[in-house]
């Protein structure tokens, strides 16, 4: 199963929008409606941002927002802070019983 | 407090084996399917295994599965992971992890992480 597919950087000023892509095929994200994304600050667990595409977990900011459009899923950050600063993972449930990560995207809040 | 603490990672040579544990804390720890999420210096995440509420099924990442097998003991509250035949590229941060929802699928509780480095 290869990884998922994300952009290894973006960056946003203060209160801009990001979005960040999760590109995988249509055996795990065309597939499934299963999309989480997590963020990852430096040497820190990760933490459950998004889960099952769109669906933020109680206690997440209603700035994170997720969608998915064909084998595509992506991650929104609206008004962005700086302690959104760090690396977001997006992974999916796949037809063969596993699941599959993306390679991480680290963003930079200038 | 829901919390996960892992523990036996360390140092092996090439070919060595490790076992790995997970203790849970802060929820009943048999109603929920368990995993394990590696992390190579620098790189991604990379989902390991999981295992269901019971123990009665697991599944593997491909490249582990020959190698690597997953179990707990839920009178202990606590999941494993035996290694086996270890190689340079399973060096890594093993994160065990809860899945709130459906096996293999979302993972709201992380724990610390532990390191393993395969080395001569």
């Known amino acids: 199963q290869s990884a998922l597919t994300q952009p290894a950087s973006v960056s946003g000023s203060p209160g801009q929008s990001i979005t960040i892509s999760c590109t995988g095929a249509?055996?795990?994200?065309?597939?499934?409606?299963?999309v989480s994304w997590y963020q990852q600050h430096p040497g820190k667990a990760p933490k459950l941002m998004i889960y099952?595409?769109?669906k933020r977990p109680s206690g997440v900011s209603s700035r994170f927002s997720g969608s998915k459009s064909g084998n595509t899923a992506s991650l929104t950050i609206s008004g962005l802070q700086a302690e959104d600063e760090g690396d977001y993972h997006c992974?999916?449930?796949?037809?063969?019983?596993?699941?599959?990560f993306g390679g991480g995207t680290k963003l930079t809040v200038l | 407090e829901v919390q996960l603490v892992e523990s036996g990672g360390g140092l092996v040579q090439p070919g060595g084996s490790l076992r790995l544990s997970c203790v849970a804390s802060?929820?009943?720890?048999?109603?929920?399917?368990m995993s394990w999420v590696r992390q190579a210096p620098g790189k991604g995440l990379e989902w390991v295994s999981g295992?269901?509420?019971?123990?009665?099924?697991?599944y593997y990442a491909d490249s582990m599965k020959e190698r690597f097998t997953i179990s707990r003991d839920n009178s202990k509250n606590t999941l494993y992971l035996q290694m086996d035949s270890l190689r340079a590229e399973d060096s890594a941060v093993y994160y065990c992890a809860k899945d709130p929802l459906r096996l293999i699928n979302t993972f709201d509780i992380w724990g610390q992480g532990t390191l393993v480095t395969v080395s001569s």
């Open positions: 099952d595409v769109s």
């Open positions: 992974s999916s449930y796949t037809t063969s019983g596993t699941l599959v």
């Open positions: 802060g929820f009943t720890f048999s109603r929920y399917a």
């Open positions: 295992i269901s509420g019971s123990g009665s099924s697991a």
């Open positions: 249509s055996s795990d994200i065309g597939y499934y409606n299963y």
